[in-house]
């Protein structure tokens, strides 16, 4: 099937500090890719939709200012978490859609503690 | 607004029984629906994409349906093993190929 990667697999910072997330599609081409958050015990929780070329769609209550994307080829997104608080202490996942079928294929998840 | 459900939450069965998870879904008006696999702290793995023109798809000890028009799809897991224990998300695609995930069902498989 097909692979999406993340970088990095998990992230102890600061509060106040920007983290950097990347997603990666390593076999397939991604004109679009999502990322989600999600919190112990729960289901995910779609933050945005990164677009190649063009600004991302973000969910209601989600902020962009906050959580910015950056979806910089048809291989990468980033999404820079910036002023980490710990409340933003989360498992992001990112995820990318292949096939005529929109199949989603989904990154490992990286770990974001924020002290 | 699409809401995704899944019942049970959690489930505790004895190795070697057959299985039925279930999911529903608010709006039928879905381009496919599928099943995940997630391990602890790790991402998620696809298990079943159905698309909304079918009815099941099989995968080994794994058969998923889907009902459209009355918003359910099931999950078949046949002679349950260990190794099964994980959390279980389905997640129906809609316009813009968004997925709206449900709560989960929590499986441990006792040997």
């Known amino acids: 099937g097909a692979v999406v990667s993340q970088h990095p697999s998990w992230v102890i910072c600061k509060s106040g500090t920007s983290v950097k997330i990347e997603c990666r599609s390593l076999d397939f081409q991604a004109t679009t890719m999502f990322w989600y958050r999600q919190f112990p015990k729960q289901s995910l929780m779609l933050m945005a939709t990164?677009?190649?070329?063009?600004?991302?769609?973000?969910e209601q209550g989600v902020e962009k200012d906050k959580f910015l994307i950056n979806h910089a080829s048809l291989t990468l997104s980033t999404l820079t978490v910036t002023s980490a608080h710990p409340e933003d202490s989360s498992f992001y996942i990112c995820?990318?859609?292949?096939?005529?079928?929109?199949?989603?294929?989904f990154g490992p998840g990286t770990r974001l503690t924020v002290l | 607004k699409q809401e995704v459900t899944q019942i049970p939450a959690a489930l505790s069965v004895p190795e070697g029984e057959n299985l039925v998870l279930n999911c529903s879904f608010t709006d039928s008006a879905i381009y496919n629906l599928q099943w995940f696999r997630q391990d602890p702290g790790k991402g998620l793995t696809s298990l079943l994409l159905i698309q909304s023109s079918q009815r099941e798809q099989t995968s080994g000890r794994l058969n998923a349906s889907l009902d459209k028009s009355s918003g359910r799809s099931t999950l078949y897991i046949a002679a349950s093993q260990p190794g099964d224990s994980a959390t279980y998300l389905c997640?129906?695609?809609?316009?813009?190929?968004?997925?709206?995930f449900g709560g989960g069902t929590r499986l441990m498989v006792k040997p």
């Open positions: 997640a129906v695609t809609v316009a813009g190929n968004m997925l709206t």
């Open positions: 995820s990318a859609p292949r096939g005529g079928w929109n199949e989603q294929f």
């Open positions: 990164s677009n190649e070329g063009s600004k991302a769609t973000y």
